[in-house]
């Protein structure tokens, strides 16, 4: 699954996308914040880390921003450029350092959470979209080649769990993923704490709101209550209030925004 942040691609007049979903990673993208007098801009649960690269900065600045968990302002200078790369949902970029868990609500300065300082000016120094993605690739390719990650037991259960809470888009039930692995609920739910800082009902959660975003994204005239129903949600309230929570938005208030502002259509795959 993708996961989104709505309102960046909102503030620009173009938002570069460019999937991959290899090697961790799930996409490349790139925007100008375009909002006048914007300093911020909002970010809501996804599950992912970016890497971020301010291409207008007057030197070298990236950072390693972690899940919100709830909406929060993401740092952004009206009238600069961002390229970025998310990672797919629960994958931690193989050279930063700590736990997925310690980049939650966290927005780090590269090169001090484990990045490589040429990583920063070499992105921040070529010419276009296309040309960022393709370095950080073979970039990303070589420091994969190069590291030996460890085999343990609790990695593979972790790989194992995030795995299926993605597969089913958080629609899942924890009990279930223990009953099929042989693992107790509360070894599952000590296991993805400890590296994912965030209980795997919680990160569940994120994950089915944002299939549902996406969903009302790409279908901005559905039912409210047929989204709620179709993503596992008790009822229409229960689906209200998480949306609320998430983005400050009722869905009603955010499909009038994406169908005014035509979001879908600022979107350009490359």
């Given at each position: 699954?993708?996961?989104?942040?709505?309102d960046?691609?909102?503030s620009?007049d173009?938002?570069?996308?460019r999937?991959i979903?290899d090697?961790?990673i799930?996409h490349?993208?790139?925007?100008e914040?375009?909002?006048?007098?914007?300093?911020v801009?909002?970010?809501?649960?996804?599950?992912c880390i970016?890497?971020?690269?301010?291409?207008s900065y007057?030197g070298?600045?990236?950072?390693?921003?972690g899940?919100?968990?709830e909406?929060?302002?993401?740092?952004?200078?009206?009238?600069?450029?961002?390229?970025?790369?998310?990672?797919?949902?629960g994958?931690?970029?193989?050279?930063?350092?700590g736990?997925?868990?310690?980049y939650n609500?966290?927005?780090l300065?590269?090169?001090?959470?484990?990045?490589?300082?040429?990583?920063?000016?070499?992105?921040?120094?070529?010419?276009?979209?296309?040309?960022?993605c393709?370095f950080?690739?073979?970039?990303y390719?070589?420091?994969l080649?190069?590291?030996?990650?460890?085999?343990t037991?609790?990695?593979e259960?972790m790989?194992s769990i995030?795995s299926?809470?993605?597969d089913?888009?958080?629609?899942v039930r924890i009990?279930?993923i223990?009953?099929?692995?042989g693992?107790?609920s509360r070894?599952?739910?000590?296991v993805?704490?400890?590296?994912m800082?965030?209980s795997?009902?919680k990160?569940?959660?994120i994950?089915?709101?944002q299939?549902?975003?996406?969903?009302?994204d790409?279908n901005?005239?559905?039912?409210?209550?047929?989204?709620?129903?179709?993503?596992?949600?008790?009822?229409q309230?229960?689906f209200?209030?998480?949306?609320?929570?998430f983005t400050?938005?009722?869905p009603?208030?955010?499909?009038n925004?994406?169908?005014?502002q035509d979001y879908?259509?600022?979107?350009?795959?490359?």
């Amino acid at each position: 699954m993708y996961s989104i942040q709505p309102d960046w691609a909102l503030s620009s007049d173009i938002y570069k996308k460019r999937i991959i979903n290899d090697m961790g990673i799930a996409h490349f993208y790139e925007f100008e914040v375009k909002n006048p007098g914007l300093a911020v801009l909002p970010s809501i649960p996804d599950g992912c880390i970016d890497l971020i690269f301010d291409i207008s900065y007057d030197g070298d600045r990236a950072i390693a921003a972690g899940t919100v968990l709830e909406r929060t302002k993401t740092w952004m200078v009206e009238g600069h450029t961002y390229f970025g790369m998310r990672f797919l949902p629960g994958v931690k970029p193989v050279f930063l350092e700590g736990s997925f868990g310690s980049y939650n609500h966290e927005q780090l300065d590269l090169p001090i959470c484990g990045g490589d300082q040429f990583l920063t000016e070499k992105m921040c120094e070529l010419p276009d979209f296309d040309s960022r993605c393709n370095f950080f690739l073979d970039f990303y390719r070589k420091k994969l080649g190069s590291l030996e990650l460890p085999y343990t037991t609790t990695s593979e259960i972790m790989r194992s769990i995030v795995s299926e809470i993605s597969d089913l888009r958080g629609n899942v039930r924890i009990d279930s993923i223990a009953e099929e692995s042989g693992y107790t609920s509360r070894y599952i739910e000590k296991v993805f704490r400890d590296a994912m800082g965030l209980s795997p009902k919680k990160y569940a959660g994120i994950l089915k709101f944002q299939s549902a975003i996406d969903f009302i994204d790409k279908n901005p005239t559905s039912n409210i209550c047929d989204v709620a129903t179709s993503f596992g949600y008790y009822d229409q309230p229960a689906f209200v209030r998480t949306f609320k929570k998430f983005t400050g938005l009722t869905p009603k208030e955010y499909k009038n925004i994406i169908k005014s502002q035509d979001y879908m259509n600022k979107i350009v795959l490359m």
